[in-house]
């Protein structure tokens, strides 16, 4: 697996078990990584006038050195500009050292059109906001609009959380080691990275797989062996049963989105559990999906022991109140009510699910640590994630992946923190980043149709973690392609295609 994301910490773990293993050093690493950052430029800008390299202090710096002592050796016109002196005895001194050019002082830096910079000053071990020479930099390079080609992440950018630190540079490529780290993936450090390139620079899978890494990139490689593909003697029950919870006569269109998408995404069966009063304007509107009263709790139990589904989605339009607390807590209490033939495989509670607890978030966070609660699947976007762990939202030393763990934690839940850099984390700790999103996705019922897809997979015997994880790959991959144009009610047609690539991909049917 390479999808691995590395925090800064586990990837200097990675250096230094690859250096004790041998017969790699650190300079040999270091050699491999400004090898294969003077490739790119070489490869991307064979008509640049002028190259100029910016070092830090670091081994960052290093990589920079080695760049700079290709490039020029290639016969390109290299400066260096560099922030400090490496630590004596250091690789990078060392390769500082075997670099035939002087560097220039960083303060002086300037450049003339047809330039482009190689930006090795911080990587992973940036500590600190850009400021003085190394800020002014970043300036120069913007006003002049020169291509910037960053070693391991743009200076300024946090490799563990993506935050930009004062200033950073926007790149055009970057070429990053082994594995991309989190703040590839997470904005806004994702915007300033430009195309990412992975280079080999000789840490081996297996040391990768010596470390204890919990963090990923979202995709089908983390997910796929999982993925439901109905038996030849399928019947639609054992395929699932979705319930999903309408609101009232003129908030009904979120429930059916839901369903729909549920029913996309693989369910054998799915019903709308509707209001009385709603009845009529859902059954206008519901051909395969089915639908039932539920007013109450007692309804929610008679659906439960006489259709035995396997989950359920509470929240899309369905009003914010005590109505939706009791819901919400008739199904997370409803384990232990039941033998395990009946056991819901999981909850979606999203929207108006997640507001309801805003004042008492506790309440369901407890009822979800029981032993015999459904698995919870939470989908809050910014605003619903500030209503139920205000706290956790409002601490600015955490970042997005922090914040979504945390929260996971808190509340025995997997939480989906949607954004165009969602992030999906379990309990467990375990976290991945989605990066295949799209801005067509930002749509009126885009949600709700998340959480079918989220109710589909686990309906189907999906670990909630890999379900959620694969109903935000698949929602975002279908909105991707269908691009411009794209409404909710688009979705699970569009999910279609996607779903078919991954069932012919499904490593069992190979
Ligand atoms: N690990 C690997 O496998 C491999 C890693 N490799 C490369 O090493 C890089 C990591 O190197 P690194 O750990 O030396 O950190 P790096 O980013 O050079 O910065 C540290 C220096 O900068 C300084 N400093 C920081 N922020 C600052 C600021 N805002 N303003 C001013 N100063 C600041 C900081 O100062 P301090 O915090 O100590 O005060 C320290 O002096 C990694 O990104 C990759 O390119 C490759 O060679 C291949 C193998
Ligand atoms: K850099």
């Known amino acids: 697996m390479s999808n691995e994301l590395l925090s800064p910490a586990e990837m200097s773990e990675a250096d230094r078990l690859t250096i004790a293993a041998g017969p790699t050093d650190g300079i040999g690493l270091m050699r491999r990584a400004g090898e294969a950052v003077a490739a790119?430029?070489?490869?991307?800008?064979?008509?640049?006038?002028?190259?100029?390299?910016?070092?830090?202090?670091?081994?960052?710096?290093?990589?920079?050195?080695?760049?700079?002592?290709?490039?020029?050796?290639?016969?390109?016109?290299?400066?260096?500009?560099?922030?400090?002196?490496?630590?004596?005895?250091?690789?990078?001194?060392?390769?500082?050292?075997?670099?035939?050019?002087?560097?220039?002082?960083?303060?002086?830096?300037?450049?003339?059109?047809?330039?482009?910079?190689?930006?090795?000053?911080?990587?992973?071990?940036?500590?600190?906001?850009?400021?003085?020479?190394?800020?002014?930099?970043?300036?120069?390079?913007?006003?002049?609009?020169?291509?910037?080609?960053?070693?391991?992440?743009?200076?300024?950018?946090?490799?563990?959380?993506?935050?930009?630190?004062?200033?950073?540079?926007?790149?055009?490529?970057?070429?990053?080691?082994?594995?991309?780290?989190?703040?590839?993936?997470?904005?806004?450090?994702?915007?300033?990275?430009?195309?990412?390139?992975?280079?080999?620079?000789?840490?081996?899978?297996?040391?990768?797989?010596?470390?204890?890494?919990?963090?990923?990139?979202?995709?089908?490689?983390?997910w796929l062996q999982e993925f439901p593909v109905p038996a030849v003697d399928a019947h639609k029950y054992k395929r699932g049963h979705v319930g999903v919870f309408s609101g009232g006569p003129s908030a009904t269109g979120a429930a059916r989105l839901s369903a729909l998408a549920a029913a996309r995404s693989g369910a054998g069966a799915v019903t709308v559990l509707s209001p009385a009063n709603a009845m009529q304007v859902n059954a206008a509107h519901l051909t395969s999906v089915m639908l039932r009263k539920a007013d109450d709790s007692v309804d929610i139990d008679a659906f439960i022991g006489e259709r035995r589904p396997s989950a359920f989605v509470l929240g899309p339009g369905f009003g914010v109140g005590e109505r939706t607390r009791k819901f919400?807590?008739?199904?997370?209490?409803?384990?232990?009510?039941?033998?395990?033939?009946?056991?819901?495989?999981?909850?979606?509670?999203?929207?108006?699910?997640?507001?309801?607890?805003?004042?008492?978030?506790?309440?369901?966070f407890e009822a979800s640590r029981q032993p015999n609660a459904p698995a919870l699947v939470m989908t809050p976007h910014d605003g619903e994630f500030a209503r139920l762990f205000p706290d956790i939202a409002?601490?600015?030393?955490?970042?997005?992946?922090?914040?979504?763990?945390?929260?996971?934690?808190?509340a025995n839940a997997i939480v989906v923190y949607k954004g165009a850099d969602t992030v999906i984390a379990a309990p467990n700790g375990r976290a991945a980043i989605n990066a295949n999103g799209a801005p067509w996705l930002a749509t009126a019922g885009s949600g709700d149709v998340l959480s079918g897809i989220v109710a589909g997979l686990l309906a189907q015997g999906m670990a909630p973690f890999h379900a959620a994880c694969a109903a935000v790959w698949i929602h975002a991959e279908a909105g991707r392609r269908f691009g411009p144009g794209l409404i909710a009610e688009d979705l699970p047609m569009a999910m279609v295609p996607v779903l078919r690539e991954l069932v012919e991909n499904q490593p069992d049917l190979r």
């Open 40 to 222: 790119e430029v070489l490869k991307r800008y064979p008509a640049a006038t002028h190259v100029h390299v910016l070092c830090g202090p670091g081994n960052n710096g290093g990589d920079g050195y080695v760049v700079a002592r290709i490039l020029a050796g290639s016969g390109v016109v290299t400066t260096i500009w560099a922030s400090g002196t490496p630590r004596p005895e250091s690789d990078a001194a060392l390769a500082a050292a075997l670099c035939p050019l002087k560097p220039r002082p960083l303060s002086g830096f300037d450049a003339g059109a047809g330039s482009i910079v190689v930006d090795a000053l911080y990587g992973a071990g940036l500590s600190k906001p850009l400021s003085g020479d190394a800020a002014k930099a970043v300036d120069t390079a913007t006003a002049l609009h020169l291509p910037v080609v960053a070693v391991d992440l743009p200076s300024g950018v946090s490799g563990a959380g993506g935050e930009i630190m004062g200033r950073a540079f926007r790149a055009e490529v970057t070429v990053t080691f082994a594995r991309k780290k989190p703040g590839h993936l997470l904005l806004p450090g994702r915007g300033q990275c430009g195309e990412i390139v992975l280079a080999d620079i000789g840490i081996g899978d297996g040391i990768i797989a010596q470390l204890t890494v919990s963090t990923f990139e979202n995709g089908p490689d983390l």
């Open 328 to 364: 919400a807590l008739a199904l997370l209490t409803s384990g232990h009510l039941r033998d395990t033939s009946t056991r819901i495989d999981g909850l979606v509670f999203d929207a108006d699910a997640i507001t309801s607890f805003r004042e008492a978030p506790d309440v369901m």
């Open 394 to 410: 409002g601490d600015e030393t955490l970042s997005k992946l922090a914040k979504a763990r945390a929260a996971a934690a808190r």
